[in-house]
């Protein structure tokens, strides 16, 4: 149980393109979804906390109109890098957990290069 | 405020030798803690998670690990390594206990377990 789903896996593209990646909670509804980037060698820097139907809530230093985050509903979270640059590269991961006090469970991750 | 600090950012064990991760938190509440594992170019999966009740927690693949609160330690031990246990490992607190709330973890720097033939 508690599986987490993140697509895509990989993203390759040119710079100024703006790229969405999906979260989903595939077998639990998630009250909270969290947003996390990770560069090599390096532990997870948590970029946003997500809540189903409000607003989220951004790290200090993460740029909001950067990094679009959406929780539309319990299964699905979307994070939207707009107009990518080169220093955007690194790898997305996300996670979901059921409710307070509850593990994250964590998607595969997205490995985004921008060209 | 909570943070975490793993000693040691690479350990290299033999084959069939005991693991042993440290990990050291500061936690103004009383912290949740957390094990994970992640491979290569792929997400964190959890180990073992300690909240309260039983300091000494099993988790998954032969791993165990012993809340103290005593020396704000919580690390992580394999009697046996395989090499299947090459990967990185990250030791995280959550505030989920606090009157914030917000279920955050904080994760520390993570070490690298290598396991030698």
């Known amino acids: 149980g508690a599986v987490v789903s993140q697509h895509p896996s990989r993203v390759i593209c040119k710079s100024g393109t703006s790229v969405k990646i999906e979260c989903r909670s595939l077998?639990?509804?998630?009250?909270?979804m969290f947003w996390y980037r990770q560069f090599p060698k390096q532990s997870l820097m948590l970029m946003a906390t997500?809540?189903?139907?409000?607003?989220?809530?951004?790290e200090q230093g993460v740029e909001k109109d950067k990094f679009l985050i959406n929780h539309a509903s319990l299964t699905l979270s979307t994070l939207t890098v707009t107009s990518a640059h080169p220093e955007d590269s690194s790898f997305y991961i996300c996670?979901?957990?059921?409710?307070?006090?509850?593990?994250?469970?964590f998607g595969d991750g997205t490995r985004l290069s921008i060209l | 405020a909570q943070s975490v600090t793993q000693l040691g950012s690479h350990v290299s064990v033999s084959e069939g030798a005991l693991v042993l991760l440290r990990c050291n938190y500061s936690s103004s509440v009383p912290p949740y803690l957390f094990w994970y594992v992640q491979y290569p170019n792929q997400g964190l999966q959890l180990l073992l998670k300690y909240t309260t009740g039983a300091t000494l927690v099993k988790g998954i693949n032969g791993f165990e690990a012993e809340f103290k609160k005593s020396e704000t330690s919580f690390h992580l031990t394999k009697p046996s390594a395989h090499m299947s246990d090459a990967a990185e490992y990250f030791c995280a607190v959550s505030d989920a206990y606090g009157s914030s709330n917000t279920g955050k973890l904080i994760f520390g720097q993570g070490t690298t377990l290598q396991v030698k033939p």
């Open positions: 997500s809540n189903e139907g409000s607003k989220a809530t951004y």
């Open positions: 077998d639990f509804q998630a009250t909270t």
């Open positions: 996670s979901a957990v059921t409710g307070r006090g509850q593990p994250q469970h």
